[in-house]
């Protein structure tokens, strides 16, 4: 059909407007207070009615303007990226469908309505990371989907333990929830984090950069990752004061630390990316089991901007480069590709925090906030290593991708004349620079108070600078320097192989669950089953039949026997 | 109840013409769907027989299912492989289970579940592939007879000691815990366990699925397997005092047999066989909301039936397909699918995210039902379900990837991608399936 080969413009004007309207609904439900809830009954059971929900507050309208938005750029990007694909309208539709679970996930307030929202999340971006037909993208897909399962079946135990309050509709019992819950939270915190890749859950997410670029774009630096934090945020009420809130502090501050750590030590360009956004996603969880909801929707917006802009350049470079997605094999592309340059350096210093850029509000906020609570002292050394790590990779990467000297081969041709991409990401551009700005006077106009000494204060900055200057000098190596990395090769391996989490979620579980598939396939149904069962009984009744068969032989021999046993019987009998 | 059986019987005078035929039996559907939006407890009494919500929604099921089984059998038209004897068989059994759904009396009811036996076995050994098919037919007579003698047996000891056997009359916990109390209730029940089936009396079920033609399978897994659950649903309140006792025996083989079951899909080759295996695996759950003696459990497992017997009779339709053009049920050889029938990927992912019970398939609200029944029973059991559920995915997923993504066989040239009837047959389960959550309470039986 023609209009397939144009869904990309309709989806850029569709979901723009959309999008706009949307923002606009947010600001005017947020200066009225006001919020609609619509309810769609089901069924109604025994006085428990399962109804669909749905919720148009501020933070609904703000969460599904945000996402739109960067759905839109996404998608209007995606009309370069994939435009020599056979099945590109199939990936259109998959990604026009994952956006409408997205929004169906964020006005839910309801847990079996939200399980619209996050299985359809699930199993769409399960379709779009094996959408390459290779094993690679098979086998990240299958890790991907049954990592969020594990989630979707915490969710499915929660719904059936929250039947003790007689709705689903957990905005409304969020008071009630504090006591005696404590199963019900962990479910759902566990739930949480399997979508967000928190440890033990993180091995899907660098491995699901085996999908295409607009889908890691969207899916994985914006939307489905948040989904786990946007659950969170919605439950922060019932969360508040409850041990749970101890664990995730610690997950999350080690997932900060684990992925920001492995990001050092990455050369897949893909990857770097998918662990500064789990070391994100850390940040966000992190300062949301402190108590702070707010700040963490705050940098779940603004972190969703910078990285999808971060990802679009990204996918512009590897276009580019002919698809290869090592950075040893890039350079010096702030020459031939000025205006990706220009994004991704802004993209990546909004990440570290660069002051006035989108990154700085949020996570600066953050990091006082989090300074000033009660921290332990082993989170409070996570969040400040993890902070000069963030800045180590990032510039780590801007030197390899754009500032050293071209490690391309010599026959290469390096532009950046696709118009769509360069519109997309442009447009994502004025979103982050601007977005920590506008959403911190618009949304958040009441500033937190922050006390803190001085050399609290410039923590952040320091180490941030001295993760810069360690990050861009360290990598400076030359090829007859040797490494200290190979020489204590084990501590690499364990770090850069994200704790060899990755190798514990496929070697080891699924090895166990195959093989006593195996046996109790092998042992069970077609040998004890069947020999208690269909052939065993066969087995006995022709065993059985064998002995009549005997007595019908026609044998004077057994005649013979019976008559003598006979007369010997009627002897005994009546004499 | 006449309207369905002379409106049968009148179609099976008929039975020449194959496209008659099928127009009758879409006409059926309609009319039964008429009446759908029901509020009747009991209603189209008479010569005994009546129809109360449960029966009517399994009554729907069967004739759907039925209609949609000769629409998806056009191999059997094209090659003349004994049509008229086909659609006989077709009709006397949709015959025989609308006279198993609408019975009263617990007698009749015995004698149409035994009967529902004879055009299945007919099928399976007439129209079946392979020779192993006659293995299968044993099987599945001699499990189910095994058991439901002694169902026979204990009906008519019901009737000396209450002096009835009527469905109306029984259902208050009659039997109370008396001397022969266990044996009684096991003798009845257990001809339903086997019917389900339950994980240890499983093994005539997989055997059956693969042998029998595409209507076989489809009845099979769309119809008769309920009726284990609606005798179940049946008997079970005439037991109810010695049931407490013993549902932890079912809730246990129910759920930790779905597990077992769930592993063992895992492992199959043959798509016919994971699909059963996936169709025990349900049952299972089925079964343990049942005997839990919930109003929840109840539901869910009649919302399950309904969703699992659209589920399961659509992914027989779509094996078929690829068995009719490859030639193989077996996952090595029809793979990467996608390459070659495109359009049909969307209709096997839909179908198999029901399968998984994935939001907003029938599937998903009749498992929510039955996973808050079991947990209310205990919250141990937690783990088992949780784990059924995460393997219902993992099997679900890894014969979507395997037939669908990857390369393609490359002895394969070219196949049809999907012939119209093909798509009226994957829309007519898949609709229903995905569009009746919206009423749910089409589906609830208020008993």
Excluded at chain 1, 103 to 113: C, D, K, T, W
Excluded at chain 1, 196 to 208: D, E, G, K, R
Excluded at chain 2, 174 to 199: D, E, H, N, R
Aim: with cysteine; net charge neutral; proline share 2%.
């Amino acid at each position: 059909m023609m209009w397939g080969a144009y869904s990309h413009l309709v989806s850029l004007v569709f979901l723009l407007f959309s999008a706009l309207g949307f923002i606009l609904f947010s600001l005017v439900s947020m200066s009225l207070s006001s919020s609609y809830v619509i309810e769609w009954e089901l069924f109604s059971l025994n006085s428990s009615s399962v109804v669909v929900t749905l919720i148009y507050d501020w933070v609904s309208f703000l969460f599904l303007g945000v996402v739109l938005f960067i759905s839109s750029t996404v998608m209007y990007y995606s009309g370069d990226y994939m435009s020599g694909d056979k099945s590109y309208s199939r990936f259109m539709y998959l990604v026009f469908g994952f956006v409408l679970s997205m929004g169906a996930l964020i006005i839910s307030p309801n847990l079996i309505s939200i399980l619209l929202g996050w299985d359809g999340l699930g199993l769409i971006s399960y379709v779009l990371v094996i959408y390459y037909q290779n094993e690679k993208s098979a086998n990240a897909g299958m890790l991907t989907v049954l990592s969020n399962r594990i989630g979707d079946v915490g969710i499915l135990l929660s719904i059936s333990l929250f039947f003790m309050l007689g709705g689903w509709n957990f905005i409304f019992y969020e008071s009630y929830l504090s006591g005696n819950f404590l199963l019900l939270k962990i479910l759902v915190c566990v739930a949480a984090m399997t979508k967000s890749a928190q440890i033990p859950f993180s091995a899907w997410l660098p491995a699901a950069m085996a999908a295409p670029i607009p889908v890691s774009a969207l899916v994985h630096s914006s939307t489905l990752v948040t989904a786990g934090v946007y659950i969170l945020i919605r439950f922060s009420g019932a969360l508040s004061g409850s041990c749970v809130q101890s664990v995730l502090l610690i997950v999350s501050c080690l997932t900060m630390f684990m992925a920001g750590l492995g990001a050092n030590f990455e050369f897949d360009l893909k990857k770097i990316i998918a662990l500064s956004t789990l070391s994100q996603l850390g940040v966000m969880v992190s300062i949301l089991s402190l108590g702070f909801a707010d700040l963490a929707f705050f940098h779940l917006l603004t972190h969703a901007l910078f990285k999808a802009l971060l990802f679009m350049c990204a996918g512009m470079v590897i276009h580019s480069v002919k698809e290869c997605q090592d950075i040893c094999n890039m350079g010096s592309l702030v020459t031939c590709m000025p205006l990706t340059s220009v994004c991704m350096n802004l993209a990546n210093l909004a990440l570290c925090g660069m002051p006035f850029l989108a990154g700085f509000y949020s996570k600066d906020l953050i990091l006082e906030v989090a300074f000033m609570s009660e921290v332990n002292i082993f989170s409070f050394f996570l969040y400040v290593l993890s902070t000069g790590l963030t800045v180590c990779y990032t510039f780590r990467l801007i030197y390899y991708s754009m500032s050293s000297l071209s490690n391309m081969s010599s026959v290469m041709i390096v532009s950046e004349n696709h118009s769509k991409m360069l519109k997309g990401m442009m447009t994502l551009s004025v979103g982050a620079v601007t977005s920590g700005c506008v959403l911190a006077w618009v949304v958040f106009p009441e500033f937190y108070m922050i006390c803190l000494s001085v050399p609290l204060k410039i923590l952040a900055l320091l180490v941030s600078s001295l993760g810069a200057l360690l990050g861009y000098i360290v990598n400076m190596v030359g090829s007859s320097t040797s490494l200290k990395t190979v020489k204590f090769y084990s501590y690499t391996m364990f770090v850069s192989s994200m704790w060899f989490m990755p190798i514990l979620s496929t070697f080891s579980a699924p090895r166990w669950s195959l093989s006593s598939a195996e046996s109790f396939f092998k042992i069970g149904d077609k040998g004890w089953s069947e020999y208690f069962g269909g052939e065993g009984g066969f087995g006995e009744v022709m065993k059985g039949s064998i002995y009549l068969q005997l007595s019908q032989d026609n044998m004077i021999m057994v005649y013979m026997k019976g008559f003598f046993i006979w007369i010997i019987v009627v002897f005994f009998i009546f004499i | 109840m006449l309207k369905f059986l002379v409106f049968n019987l009148v179609l099976m005078g008929f039975v020449s013409n194959w496209s008659l035929i099928q127009v009758g039996l879409s006409m059926m559907c309609f009319m039964g769907l008429l009446m759908m939006n029901h509020d009747f407890c009991s209603f189209c009494l008479g010569y005994m027989m009546s129809v109360d919500y449960l029966s009517y929604i399994l009554i729907v099921l069967s004739v759907w299912i039925v209609m949609l089984m000769v629409f998806s059998s056009t191999v059997v038209k094209k090659m003349g492989n004994f049509c008229v004897g086909f659609l006989s068989v077709n009709l006397i059994l949709l015959m025989v289970l609308v006279l198993t759904f609408s019975s009263v009396n617990y007698l009749m009811f015995y004698i149409s579940f035994e009967s529902s036996l004879v055009p299945m076995l007919v099928l399976i050994l007439g129209w079946g592939y392979q020779p192993e098919r006659i293995q299968a037919g044993i099987y599945m007579l001699f499990y189910t007879l095994f058991a439901s003698l002694p169902l026979l047996v204990s009906l008519l000891s019901l009737y000396k000691s209450e002096g009835s056997l009527n469905m109306g009359l029984l259902l208050s916990g009659v039997i109370g815990y008396q001397g022969t109390s266990l044996l009684w209730y096991f003798c009845s029940v257990l001809a339903f366990m086997v019917k389900l089936p339950l994980f240890m009396f499983h093994l005539w079920l997989p055997k059956a699925h693969v042998e029998a033609p595409v209507a076989g399978s489809m009845v099979l897994a769309g119809v008769l397997l309920k009726l284990g659950g609606y005798g179940l649903i049946r008997i079970l309140g005439v037991f109810s005092e010695v049931n407490k006792m013993f549902c932890w025996v079912w809730v246990s083989l129910g759920i930790l047999g779905g597990v077992i079951v769930s592993l063992m899909c895992l492992r199959q080759v043959d798509m016919k066989s994971l699909i059963a295996y996936s169709s025990v695996a349900h049952m299972g759950l089925v079964l343990s909301g049942l005997v839990v003696m919930g109003g929840w459990g109840l539901n869910g497992a009649v919302v399950v039936m309904v969703g699992h017997g659209l589920c399961s009779s659509g992914l027989f339709c779509l094996a078929n397909m690829v068995y009719e053009r490859l030639g193989s049920r077996s996952l090595m050889i029809s793979k990467g699918l996608l390459n070659v029938m495109p359009n049909m990927g969307l209709w096997w992912f839909l179908l198999v995210a029901g399968n998984m019970a994935a939001p907003p398939t029938l599937n998903l609200m009749g498992e929510i039902s039955l996973i808050i029944s079991v947990v209310s029973w205990s919250k141990l059991i937690m783990f088992s379900v949780g784990m059924l559920s995460f393997f219902s995915a993992c099997y679900t997923l890894y014969m979507y990837s395997l037939s669908q993504h990857g390369l393609f066989l490359n002895a394969l040239f070219s196949c049809c991608s999907g012939k119209v009837v093909e798509y009226f047959v994957l829309l007519m389960h898949s609709v229903p399936l995905n569009i009746m959550i919206v009423k749910g309470s089409l589906i609830l039986c208020d008993l």
